[in-house]
């Protein structure tokens, strides 16, 4: 920390200023996230909360480093840097979503999951946690990237209908289809291919990370083994 106040008394930033750009980082980034979903925070978004009184260029990142250190020494989070994914198809696709800057970040606990299920996990959300390994098993069996109209083929099989918007555990399926291409699970492009457009998703940043990865792994083994154990019973 010796450096760090050494490097914020060269660009003319006392204690004090520091102290309540760190605080103010922190509190937007745990609001942003619990009032979103999870989705991605934009570094630009932080910078602009930085900069709004201070025009040093170098602050922004001393600050942003400092608050991921408190995140995580104080409140067990890890502040990841995500970096967008370019889409694998060799025929540009254009994305379906917003501009994302190339820098943006999520929060993640760094309690073990054992830990984190027992004394963290909203129970009520445990639906949607459900409803997110669904999708991203069904895209990583179909190799990492699977087409819109092959997608909502396997999704209705399981009962879950584009055409819903009243279910009783997701409310409308399409807008939780969706809300996992916001949080970065997905990624939604149209490719252009011999018999028109088509819209493909496939796993983005956060299915690609490797604590998500090998739940998921994990999660997929155990379906395996009751289809297998059924097979036997038979």
Known sequence: MANL????????VSAEEKDKLVAEVIRYVLFKTHQNSGCPIKRDELVQLITRNYRQRSLPSLVINEAREKL???FGYEMRELQRSRPSSTNQGRSQQNAVDAKSYVITSKLPNEIYSKYVEE????HITGFTFV???IVHLAGGKISEE??????RRLGLNESDEKHPLFGNIKQALEALVQQRYLQKDKVNGPEGNALMYELAERALDDSINERLKEYIGQIVKKDVASLEVD
């Open 135 to 137: 999708v991203l098993g």
């Open 150 to 155: 092959n997608l909502w083929h396997h999704l």
């Open 5 to 12: 106040s050494e490097e914020y008394s060269q660009i003319d």
């Open 123 to 126: 129970k009520e959300n445990s």
């Open 72 to 74: 995580s020494s104080i």
